[in-house]
């Protein structure tokens, strides 16, 4: 069995809760708090602005270690994407007036971006990277997709918002960031192996801290 599957498997009940998170669940059934919806927006903001530099370190290091010339047009066109992303917020804030500027990051939000930092030194390996950048757009991808599924009773003004990341391009590009990810710790040795693994494993406690933020008791 493919690595990032087994792994899924063994933390299914993390994967879930940051996945199916009562923040996107209410999106879903048409419950969600409007208000709830703006804090995410300007918090997201934040973190995507953070999220830029994190990718052109990825791609740095895609240059530098990877074995496959293609990882880096599909970083590269991740980060094209985020370029996309940033005037999207920009928009869609002025949309909701939510103001940008005077959005302060909260606590969480700013722990997950040092934690992006640490990932940017060059003392980490491209592999626990990539594996890191994968499931950081999957629960976003797995997260939106499932407000747009069978029976979904998503707000018609926040669909654009889960098309954004649940849109099948999307799915498409969080599978070949999977593809690749798995290929690399195919031929990486143990504690690589169990790098990345805790790497995700963070990951995903981050993300269900940042759904959180969304209720603004923080
Ligand atoms: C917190 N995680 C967070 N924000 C995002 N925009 C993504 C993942 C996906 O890009």
Known sequence: MLMIQKWLNQHNELYTSATRHPFTLSIRDGSVDLSAFKRWLGQDYIFVRAFVPFVASLLLKAWKESDDDSDIEVILGGMAALNDEVSWFKREASKWSVSLSSTVPQKTNLEYCRFLE??????????????????????????YAHCLSDGSKTPEELKETCQRWGNDGFGQYCHTLQNIANRRLEKSPEDIISKAEATVMRVLEYEVEFWNMSRGET
Do not use: C, G, N
Request: charged share 15%; glycine share 0%.
């Open 118 to 143: 640490s990932l940017m030194s060059p003392e980490v390996d491209y592999t626990v990277a990539v594996t890191a950048f994968w499931a950081i757009e999957a629960v976003y991808q797995e997260s």
